[in-house]
């Protein structure tokens, strides 16, 4: 299987610094670190399995949509977008709805993010614009991959195709096995289409802020104030203790 990575926070050798680590992390949140283990972990099956027929893309990011889509693999049984998640846990997949099943009252509730309609998504935004770009395909299947095998998925009818660890080998056999959709050719010119693909920040759909007073953050933004305010207090709150003390 060959493998095209465009992701903006890897050098060229594949790597990924302390630095653009921070960054990756500033930018799409505490999970990403374990999402790109995950994501590893799923390379490893993938190139156990696949020739050079399939071509993985890593990171692809299309206009307008505000972050990347992780995995996108291209041969000839067709297009399918991979999701892949470092989740532990108990989960419940009814067609869109994500549930998590709550510790304390023994309940599910919704979980946040909904990965099944983030998926969903990714695999709708790729479709439209392989159509866009005059590429005649019906589907692109949406899978969503748990590389941990501390989880379960109570799933009925999900909106994508859930895969765990233990059943990530099987899949991809059976898939590799099944009807050609895609001639070689076909394959290329998509997978050329996708590693010609330029990140362009000012082409990316922008994201929504919250103002307070004459104060405009993105969300995320006050997360990480309010993270620092907390902190700040704790601090000061240990330091008036350790002064009582002392006196």
């Known amino acids: 299987m060959k493998v095209i990575d465009r992701s903006t926070h890897r050098d060229e050798d594949g790597s990924i610094t302390l630095n653009e680590r921070m960054r990756g992390t500033w930018q799409f ?8 283990q995950a994501q590893e972990k799923l390379i490893d099956h993938l190139h156990a399995h696949l020739d050079n ?25 067709g297009v399918r977008v991979f999701y892949a998640s470092a989740l532990q846990g108990i989960y419940r997949a009814r067609e869109s709805s994500w549930l998590v099943l709550d510790k304390r009252s023994r309940q599910y509730r919704p979980s946040q993010p909904n990965l ?14 392989l159509n866009s770009k005059g590429y005649p395909l019906e589907v692109v299947e949406p899978i969503l991959f748990f590389s941990d095998p501390n989880i379960h998925v109570d799933a009925k009818q999900p ?22 959709q895609l001639d070689s050719p076909l394959v290329k010119r998509i997978s050329d289409t996708f590693a010609d693909l ?16 004459d104060f405009e953050l993105f969300r995320w933004q006050w997360l990480v104030l309010a993270i620092l305010v907390i902190l700040l207090l704790c601090m000061m709150i240990i330091f ?6 002392v006196n």
């Open 240 to 245: 008036i203790l350790i002064i009582f003390m």
């Open 116 to 129: 099944i309609k983030r998926t969903a998504l990714m695999s709708f935004a790729i479709l439209n614009f």
């Open 198 to 213: 330029q990140f362009d920040p000012d082409d990316q759909e922008p994201q929504e802020k919250l103002a307070v007073g």
């Open 53 to 77: 027929q399939y071509t993985l893309i890593r990171d692809v990011f299309l206009p307008k949509l505000e972050i990347p889509i992780p995995l996108v693999l291209i041969g000839p049984t």
């Open 29 to 36: 949140g505490l999970s990403w670190n374990k999402e790109i």
């Open 159 to 180: 909106a994508v195709r859930i895969v765990l660890t233990d059943g990530v080998d099987r899949f991809i056999e059976k898939f590799s096995q099944s009807p050609q």
